[in-house]
């Protein structure tokens, strides 16, 4: 638990880390878009693989550009 105040308290002194760790959790938040959307078409819609995977990748990219401009910057 001291380890996690301690981390939490570094972390809020130091803006660069904390833009970073945003960033990582968009970056992450982008895989799980990616997977659902990807899911959803091939396996509920029956869409071609490759093709689901197109729209599940752009779909993937502009979330992530959106949660970055919004909440990372």
Excluded: C, P, Q
């Excluded at 638990?1 to 880390?17: P, T």
């Excluded at 091939?42 to 993937?60: D, F, G, K, N």
């Amino acid at each position: 638990m001291k380890v996690l105040k301690n981390l939490s308290s570094y972390l809020e002194n130091n803006v660069l880390h904390i833009r970073v760790l945003k960033f990582a959790v968009v970056g992450l938040s982008g895989v799980v878009v990616n997977m659902a959307v990807l899911f959803f078409f091939t396996e509920i819609l029956r869409i071609t693989y490759w093709i689901s995977s197109i729209i599940a990748i752009e779909i993937s990219i502009i979330s992530n550009f959106v949660l970055n401009d919004i909440w990372t910057w």
